[in-house]
C-alpha cells in the first residue's frame, strides 16, 4: 500500500470505506430482514395455531372428529399451512390435514386446546385445580415462500449494494482525476523539466494546495531556467573573452613569427652575400697579415650563418618539413664523426673527451640523430670549463642509450624544465655570443620527438650533468651503404650555371665565386632576363632566388626556363625566407632549397650533386 | 343426609350459643373482596341493620378479626369465611354468599352458621314441571362435590313424577361421555355447583353438548342463562343480604345462632333465544317464580 500510485490512492479512498459500509448494511438489513421474515412466519404460524385451538375445544371436548377434520381442512386454506393436526392430551390424533413436510422444509407450532372459560358467577364457581388441556393443534408452516422471499430479498440486495458501488466507483474515478491528474501532470512536467526542457510549466489551473504546488513549481522552474540563462550567458562571455584573448595571443605569435622571418630573410641576404664575397676573398693571393684577417672574418661569417641555421632548424621542425628517413645504421659512424667534430674544440678548451666506441645497430634517422647527438656534444663542450666529457652507448630497456657526461656546472632541479625552450640559457645572462642561441636543446628536443627518441636528463649542479638519448636498436641484416647526401667538392667543369636573384649584392658576390670554381655563368633579375640572357643555350643547372619581383616564384621561373629549354635542367632553390610553406612548396615541386646566407662549401656540394646528375 | 347432619349439627350450636349474652349491637363484615358482589351484598345488610340500632363494621383483612370478641362476625364469600373459620375467633359466625359444599368444606366448627346459596331440590324440580311440563325424564351429571344429592335428587324427583337419570364423573375426561350418555336418555338436565362437572371452564361444553340433543338444561346462577341454558333459578346477592339482613336481626332479638338455612328469596331466568330456538314456548318469569314456590 505504500507503493501505491496516488490514482491507487485515491481509488480506494473512494471505494473502500464505501464498500465497507455497503457490505456492512447489506449484510445488517438482509440478515436483520430474514429474522424479520423468520419470525413473521413463526407468529403467522403460531397464531393460526392458537386461532384453531379455541374452535377446536368443543370438537376435542366431545370427540367430534368430524368437526375437528373440518376444521383441520379449512385451516389448509392459509397461505403456507402445509399440515394441521389435532390430538388428543394422550397424543392420539382426532383430526390430520394435509401433508408433513420434511422437517428441515417446515416450521411446527404447538397450541393446547383448552375449554372457553364462561362468566360464572365467582362466589358460584367451584374452581377445578387447573384449567383443563383438551388436547393440542398442531399447525405445520412451509418455509418454501419464506426461502423465495429471502432469496428475493438477497438477490435485491445484492443487486442494489452493486449499482450503489458501481455508481460509487464511477464517482469516485471521476472525482480523483480532479486530483490525482493535476499532480499527475505535475510528476510529468518535473520529470520534463528534469530531462532539461526548462520551458516546460505546470498548468495552473487547480485550487487549494495543488493550486500552490503548481505556482511554486513555476515559480521554481522560473528561477532555475533565470539562473541557468545567466549562467550560460556568463560561459559565453567568458568564452568570447577566451577566444579574444586566444585571437590576441595567435595575433602576436603570428606577428612574431612574421618579425623573425622578415629579420632573417633581410639579415640572411647579406650574410649570404658576406659569406660569398669572403669565401672569393680567400681564394684570392693575399699577404699573409691580409690573409689571417679573411680567416677571422670566414670564421664570424661562419658563427652567424650557424646562428642561422640554428633559428632555421626550429623552424623547419616546426613545421614539420623535416621528413625522418628511418633506417637501419651502425652507430659507430656517428661516434666516429662526433669525434672528428668535436676533439678539436674540446682539446682548445682543455677538456678531455673520451669517446667509448660502439657497433651496435639502430633504427633511426642517421643524419637527425647526428644532429642530436651533435647538439648534445656542443652543450656539453660549451657548458664544461674544466675536467672531461665521456660519449658512450648503453643498453638500457631494450634500446640503447647514447649518452653524453660532462664535468660541467649541472642543472638546477628548478630549471630543468626550461632548458629545452627556445633562446633559454643557463649562466649566460650576458648572453655571450659564443655559448650560441639557446636553440640547441630546443632543436634536440623537437627532433627526439620527430623521431620518437626519448631524451633524459640527469645532473648535479657544480658537479656534472648526463644527457642521453635512447633509439631503438636495428636488424643488422638490414644495413646498407650509408647514403651521404652530397658528394665531395670535385671541379664542377665547365659548367653553364643560371642564377636568378634579384637581389645586386647577391649576384654580384656569386659572380665572383662562381668565376673562382671556374664555371660560366648567367645572372639575371628575372626568369625574363635569364632567357633573354641566354639567348636559346641551354643551362647545365639553375639556381634560383624564390621570392622574385612582382609576385614571381622561383619555381615558376624554373619551369618556364625547362619549358623554353625544352629539357629537365637540374635545379635548386635559394631563400632568405624561412617559412615552413616555402619549404613545404619546394619540398613538393622536388627541388633542393638553400637557405642564404649559403655557405660556399655547401653550395659548390651541391652544384657538384646536381651537375652530376646530368 | 348431609342436609340432616347440617341442620342437626346447628341445632346443637345453637343450644351452646351463650344465652347470658347481651343483646346483639354489633356486627363485623369481613369481604372476600372489597368490590362487586361482595360490597354491594355489604351494603345491603348494612342498610338494613344500621337502622335497628346495631352497628356495622366492615373489615378489609380478615387478620383484624382476632381483636373482635364480641358481636356477630358476617363473612361474605368463600374467601373471607375460610379466612376468619381459620383464626377460630371468639365471637360467632354467620357465612354468606357461599355454596354448602364449599362451606363443608371450610370448617365444621360449632359457632358457625350460613345463609347458602344452594337452591332446594323440590324448587328447582317444581320449576321444570312449570316450565316444560312434557319432561319426564330429569338428567343430572354429578361430580365429587355433588353426589351427595342423588338421594335425595331421586327422591324429591319420584314425589313430583319424574324419573331421573344420572351418571357419576370423578375426573374431566369422564365429563363428555357421561353428558352425552345422560343426555341421550333424559330430556332435560339439572346442573349443580362441581368443580369436575360444572364450573365456569366446562359451562360451554355443557352447553353446547345439550344442544346439539336438544335438551334443555336448567342452571343455578344468572350466568347460566346468558351462557345458553334453558332456565335459571338462583338467588341474587341482593336476595342474599335481605335474608342475611333478617336472620341476623332475628338473632338480635333470640340471642341465638340460627341454623344454617337455605335462600328463602330466588329468581328464575328465561332465555327466550334457546327457547325459541328449541321450540319452547314458556310462561312468565314472574309466574314460573310463583309456580316454584312451595
Redesign the interface.
Known amino acids: 500500500m505504500k507503493k501505491w500510485g496516488v490514482t491507487k490512492r485515491a481509488l480506494f479512498l473512494g471505494l473502500g470505506p464505501a464498500s465497507a459500509i455497503a457490505a456492512l448494511l447489506a449484510f445488517y438489513f438482509t440478515t436483520t430482514r430474514f429474522q424479520e421474515l423468520e419470525q413473521a412466519l413463526a407468529e403467522r404460524g403460531l397464531a393460526i395455531a392458537r386461532q384453531l385451538a379455541p374452535g377446536a375445544a368443543y370438537g376435542a371436548f366431545s370427540g367430534n372428529r368430524q368437526v375437528l377434520q373440518n376444521l383441520a381442512q379449512a385451516a389448509l386454506v392459509e397461505a403456507d399451512v402445509t399440515a394441521v393436526t389435532i390430538a388428543d392430551v394422550q397424543g392420539s390424533v382426532l383430526a390430520h390435514s394435509g401433508e408433513r413436510g420434511a422437517p428441515d422444509e417446515v416450521m411446527v407450532f404447538k397450541a393446547p386446546i383448552a375449554s372457553t372459560p364462561a362468566p360464572l358467577e365467582e362466589f358460584l364457581d367451584i374452581r377445578s385445580s387447573a384449567r383443563q388441556t383438551l388436547g393440542f393443534v398442531t399447525v405445520e408452516v412451509s418455509r418454501a415462500s419464506l426461502n423465495a422471499e429471502k432469496n428475493r430479498l438477497l438477490i435485491h440486495t445484492l443487486i442494489i449494494t452493486a449499482l450503489g458501488l458501481f455508481i460509487t466507483w464511477i464517482m469516485a474515478v471521476r472525482m480523483s482525476r480532479g486530483i490525482t491528474h493535476p499532480i499527475l501532470r505535475l510528476a510529468d512536467t518535473v520529470e520534463q523539466f528534469g530531462q532539461g526542457n526548462l520551458d516546460t510549466r505546470a498548468g495552473a489551473d487547480s485550487g487549494g494546495a495543488l493550486g500552490v504546488l503548481q505556482n511554486g513549481f513555476n515559480k521554481m522552474a522560473a528561477a532555475l531556467q533565470a539562473d541557468q540563462i545567466e549562467l550560460e550567458a556568463r560561459i559565453a562571455q567568458a568564452t568570447a573573452q577566451l577566444s579574444e584573448k586566444k585571437a590576441e595571443a595567435e595575433r602576436a605569435n603570428l606577428a612574431k613569427s612574421r618579425f623573425l622571418a622578415a629579420a632573417s630573410h633581410d639579415l640572411r641576404q647579406p650574410v649570404h652575400a658576406l659569406g660569398l664575397f669572403v669565401a672569393e676573398l680567400g681564394t684570392k693571393d693575399l699577404a699573409h697579415g691580409d690573409k689571417k684577417i679573411v680567416e677571422r672574418i670566414e670564421a664570424g661569417v661562419l658563427a652567424l650563418s650557424d646562428m642561422l641555421d640554428s633559428m632555421l632548424d626550429v623552424s623547419k621542425l616546426d613545421a614539420g618539413a623535416l621528413p625522418a628517413h628511418i633506417i637501419d645504421f651502425c652507430v659507430a659512424d656517428v661516434l666516429r664523426r662526433m669525434e672528428a667534430e668535436f676533439e678539436p674544440a674540446a682539446r682548445e678548451k682543455g677538456l678531455r673527451f673520451k669517446i667509448v666506441a660502439c657497433s651496435a645497430i639502430v633504427k633511426s634517422d642517421p643524419v637527425l640523430l647526428e644532429r642530436i647527438v651533435a647538439n648534445l656534444v656542443a652543450n656539453a663542450v660549451r657548458y664544461t670549463d674544466q675536467g672531461r666529457l665521456i660519449l658512450g652507448c648503453r643498453r638500457r630497456r631494450g634500446a640503447l642509450s647514447i649518452q653524453v657526461w660532462d664535468t660541467g656546472m649541472g642543472i638546477p632541479e628548478g630549471r630543468r624544465q626550461y632548458i629545452f625552450q627556445e633562446f633559454y640559457q643557463l649562466g649566460n645572462p650576458e648572453r655571450d655570443r659564443r655559448k650560441g642561441l639557446g636553440l640547441g636543446l630546443a632543436i634536440v628536443e623537437r627532433l627526439a620527438r620527430l623521431l620518437g627518441h626519448k631524451i633524459e636528463l640527469s645532473s648535479t649542479p657544480g658537479k656534472g650533468s648526463l644527457f642521453a638519448v635512447e633509439v631503438p636498436f636495428g636488424d643488422a641484416a638490414a644495413v646498407g651503404e650509408a647514403a651521404r647526401p652530397f658528394a665531395t667538392a670535385s671541379d664542377l667543369g665547365n659548367a653553364l650555371i643560371a642564377i636568378i636573384d634579384d637581389d645586386d649584392l647577391v649576384r654580384a658576390s656569386m659572380q665572383g665565386l662562381i668565376g673562382q670554381w671556374g664555371c660560366e655563368a648567367v645572372f639575371a633579375a628575372s626568369g625574363e632576363e635569364l632567357l633573354r640572357k641566354l639567348g636559346g643555350r641551354t643551362p647545365d643547372v639553375i639556381v634560383c632566388d624564390y621570392r622574385l619581383p612582382r609576385g614571381e616564384t622561383g619555381i615558376e621561373v624554373i619551369t618556364r626556363t625547362r619549358a623554353a629549354c625544352a629539357k629537365d635542367v637540374p635545379a635548386m632553390l635559394i631563400t632568405g625566407d624561412t617559412s615552413p610553406k616555402l619549404m613545404r612548396a619546394a619540398e613538393d615541386a622536388g627541388y633542393p632549397l638553400l637557405h642564404k646566407p649559403v655557405r660556399p662549401a655547401k653550395l659548390r656540394a651541391l652544384l657538384t650533386h646536381l651537375l652530376a646528375k646530368r | 343426609m348431609l342436609r340432616i347432619k347440617v341442620a342437626a349439627r346447628a341445632l346443637i350450636a345453637l343450644a351452646f350459643l351463650p344465652s347470658s349474652a347481651a343483646a346483639l349491637t354489633h356486627v363485623t363484615l369481613v369481604l372476600?373482596e372489597p368490590g362487586?358482589?361482595?360490597a354491594s351484598v355489604a351494603d345491603a345488610i348494612a342498610a338494613r341493620l344500621e337502622p335497628k340500632a346495631i352497628k356495622v363494621t366492615r373489615l378489609a383483612d380478615a387478620a383484624q378479626l382476632r381483636d373482635v370478641k364480641t358481636g356477630l362476625i358476617v363473612t361474605i364469600?368463600?374467601r373471607a369465611t375460610q379466612s376468619a373459620a381459620a383464626l377460630k375467633p371468639a365471637a360467632p359466625l354467620l357465612a354468606t354468599?357461599?355454596?354448602l359444599?364449599?362451606l363443608e368444606k371450610i370448617s365444621d366448627a360449632k359457632n358457625i352458621s350460613a345463609v347458602v346459596?344452594d337452591q332446594p331440590l323440590p324448587r328447582q324440580l317444581r320449576l321444570v314441571r312449570a316450565a316444560l311440563p312434557r319432561v319426564t325424564r330429569i338428567g343430572a351429571v354429578l361430580g365429587p362435590?355433588s353426589e351427595s344429592l342423588a338421594p335425595a335428587l331421586a327422591a324429591e324427583a319420584r314425589k313430583l313424577g319424574f324419573n331421573v337419570v344420572w351418571e357419576k364423573v370423578s375426573a374431566?375426561?369422564q365429563?363428555?361421555?357421561a353428558l352425552?350418555r345422560t343426555l341421550g336418555e333424559a330430556e332435560a338436565l339439572l346442573a349443580f355447583?362441581?368443580?369436575?362437572v360444572?364450573?365456569?371452564?366446562?359451562?360451554?361444553?355443557l352447553l353446547?353438548?345439550s344442544y346439539?340433543y336438544r335438551d334443555p338444561v336448567i342452571g343455578?346462577?344468572?350466568?347460566?342463562g346468558?351462557?345458553g341454558a334453558l332456565l335459571a333459578i338462583?338467588t341474587t346477592?341482593e336476595q342474599v343480604a335481605r335474608q342475611t339482613a333478617e336472620v341476623i336481626l332475628e338473632m338480635a332479638k333470640t340471642t341465638a345462632l340460627p341454623r344454617i338455612s337455605a335462600p328463602k328469596y330466588f329468581s328464575v331466568d328465561v332465555n327466550d333465544k334457546v327457547a325459541r330456538s328449541l321450540g319452547l314456548t314458556l310462561p312468565s318469569e314472574q309466574a314460573l317464580v310463583e309456580r316454584a314456590k312451595p
Not at chain 2, 193 to 196: G, Q, S
Not at chain 2, 198 to 205: A, F, K, M, Q
Request: without cysteine.
Open positions: 372476600s362487586g358482589a361482595y364469600g368463600a354468599l357461599i355454596p359444599q364449599t346459596l362435590d374431566p375426561d365429563l363428555a361421555p352425552q355447583p362441581d368443580r369436575v360444572s364450573n365456569r371452564d366446562t359451562l360451554h361444553d353446547l353438548t346439539r343455578y346462577s344468572a350466568a347460566y346468558k351462557a338462583y346477592p
